[in-house]
T-cell receptor, first 110, second 113 residues
């Protein structure tokens, strides 16, 4: 069974602080995605990483895919209250399935 | 058009009611999905449609019945639901069967009373 683990599960920080969220698995994936979800809304795709060692930047967010394509990290610089939400990593398995990690609930306090 | 549209946004139904959730996309995506999400949990896959045919059913109870009338529309028919079926139901679509990610709708918040 392919599983994704995320850490930490919950994170509460002050505005302006930096943070890193991790997504890990024992399986190798062809791609890994990060989503942000706000309460009562659907997840919104932030980025997809495909190549081992790949680093992508989206404004204050930096995403990294592990060399072995089993893990990924999301780093946020100078967090803002608008970054508050549930951060989900997801990976494509075989048979057209995408599995989700349990999520990291981030709260940025003004 | 880069959106997935779900209706209704909220639905309250009794355990003997029959209702339907609707999902529409005009991005030409050939894969469409239904997910169920409970509070503070990740989305759980229910059904996958590939080229308008049901390709995956994740052992979902028969009180949930999916339908794909054409490449742009996806329905989820609900009948005799239980209170524990109350959740956020999400529709998603993908051009590449999830390899580069999904586009999700904003969901239908379902409450079964």
């Amino acid at each position: 069974t392919q599983l994704l683990e995320q850490s930490p599960q919950f994170l509460s920080i002050q505005e302006g602080e930096n943070l890193t969220v991790y997504c890990n698995s024992s399986s190798v994936f062809s791609s890994l995605q990060w989503y942000r979800q706000e309460p009562g809304e659907g997840p919104v795709l932030l980025v997809t990483v495909v190549t081992g060692g790949e680093v992508k930047k989206l404004k204050r967010l930096t995403f990294q895919f592990g060399d072995a394509r089993k893990d990924s990290s999301l780093h946020i610089t100078a967090a803002q209250p608008g970054d508050t939400g549930l951060y989900l990593c997801a990976a494509k398995t075989s048979y057209d399935k995408v599995i989700f990690g349990p999520g990291t609930s981030l709260s940025v306090i003004p | 058009d880069t959106e997935v549209t779900q209706t209704p946004k909220h639905l309250v139904m009794g355990m003997t009611n029959k209702k339907s959730l609707k999902c529409e996309q005009h991005m030409g995506h050939r894969a469409m999905y239904w997910y169920k999400q409970k509070a503070k949990k990740p989305p759980e896959l229910m059904f996958v449609y590939s080229y308008e045919k049901l390709s995956i059913n994740e052992s979902v109870p028969s009180r949930f019945s999916p339908e794909c009338p054409n490449s742009s529309l996806l329905n989820l028919h609900l009948h005799a639901l239980q209170p524990e079926d109350s959740a956020l139901y999400l529709c998603a679509s993908s051009q590449d069967f999830g390899l580069y990610g999904y586009t999700f709708g904003s969901g239908t918040r379902l409450t079964v009373v």
